[in-house]
T-cell receptor, first 112, second 111 residues
């Protein structure tokens, strides 16, 4: 039982490049989330999903897109990376809203 | 908009002493309050949570208290140990997708 798995763990991109971060959970959770964590700012919600085939914008969605084609996977895409997107990205899942969230190990992303 | 204020931002205590971290939330519809511990370079991990129908919850050396009237909730760690050193985050949820996180408290336990 791996819980929430994120790939990759580290990545360095040049401005304008694109990439996709993958999150997979094996707990059959309905809700999945993408957060970014920046120093002194806590966790901010980028996008979330309340079930397979659904996605919605969170607090800071600009510059990101997501997809949830399968219940266990939640993908975060950066179409044209910008230095302001340098951050640590965490994926999380929960059974429902208002339930304990389980986090992945994070992806440390640097945009040069 | 909704927010959660967390204090202090840093806290240093001597090993064996107690540590208290406080959070205040703004959304009166909040009914679920988790606390996460995040060690350096690691994922946030849930250590304790409380729901609005309960005033206090304990788990060994950690406890959480909730004052719904004042919209305050606090984390209490007793008999602190060096391995308690980490960043602690509080959060508040109204039962939807939204979890509002505090900005974190860096706890240092001095041996």
């Amino acid at each position: 039982n791996a819980g929430v798995t994120q790939t990759p763990k580290f990545r360095v991109l040049k401005t304008g490049q694109s990439m996709t971060l993958l999150c997979a959970q094996d707990m059959n959770h309905e809700y999945m989330y993408w957060y970014r964590q920046d120093p002194g700012m806590g966790l901010r919600l980028i996008h979330y999903s309340v079930g397979e085939g659904t996605t919605a914008k969170g607090e800071v969605p600009d510059g990101y897109n997501v997809s949830r084609l399968k219940k266990q996977n939640f993908l975060l895409g950066l179409e044209s990376a910008a230095p302001s997107q340098t951050s640590v990205y965490f994926c999380a899942s929960s059974w429902q809203g208002g339930q304990p969230q389980h986090f992945g190990d994070g992806t440390r992303l640097s945009i040069l | 908009g909704e927010n959660v204020e967390q204090h202090p931002s840093t806290l240093s205590v001597q090993e064996g002493d107690s540590a208290v971290i406080k959070c205040t939330y703004s959304d009166s519809a909040s009914n679920y309050f988790p606390w996460y511990k995040q060690e350096l370079g690691k994922r946030p991990q849930l250590i304790i949570d409380i729901r609005s129908n309960v005033g206090e919850k304990k788990d060994q050396r950690i406890a959480v208290t909730l004052n719904k009237t004042a919209k305050h909730f606090s984390l209490h760690i007793t008999e602190t140990q060096p391995e308690d050193s980490a960043v602690y985050f509080c959060a508040a949820s109204s039962g939807t997708y939204k979890y509002i996180f505090g900005t974190g408290t860096r706890l240092k336990v001095l041996a």
